[in-house]
Nanobody, 119 residues
Framework: QVQLVESGGGLVQAGGSLRLSCAAS????????MGWYRQAPGKQRELVATITSGGSTMYADSAKGRFTISRDNAKNTVYLQMNSLKAADTAVYYC?????????????WGQGTQVTVSS
């Protein structure tokens, strides 16, 4: 099995910063794309940012210019640096990873980490 464990969430004032981490563990051969999604109360889960194994990134419009996604392939870890946070960024943040294992390719999700931005 593959486990994704997020960390770094918390309570921050508007304008502040947080750095989320997500580490993948288990019998992993390689990881293709990794990403961050978020889900606010009463809303659908939405894409925040993705990054390929080669480092190409994509951001939702709401994240552009404020958030930076990065990864450490040696550690199977993806990060999300969030700056200039707004109350609208309050949500549970989930990471995912397109994992290659013996037997196939799997999309794995973490359990989520709460980010709360106070205005």
């Amino acid at each position: 099995q593959v486990q994704l464990v997020e960390s770094g969430g918390g309570l921050v004032q508007a304008g502040g910063s947080l750095r989320l981490s997500c580490a993948a563990s288990g019998l992993i051969l390689s990881i293709n794309a990794m990403g961050w999604y978020r889900q606010a109360p009463g809303k659908q889960r939405e894409l925040v940012a993705t990054i390929t194994s080669g480092g190409s990134t994509m951001y939702a419009d709401s994240a552009k210019g404020r958030f930076t996604i990065s990864r450490d392939n040696a550690k199977n870890t993806v990060y999300l640096q969030m700056n200039s946070l707004k109350a609208a960024d309050t949500a549970v943040y989930y990471c995912n990873a397109d994992v290659i294992r013996l037997g196939g390719q799997y999309l794995s999700w973490g359990q989520g980490t709460q980010v709360t931005v106070s205005s």
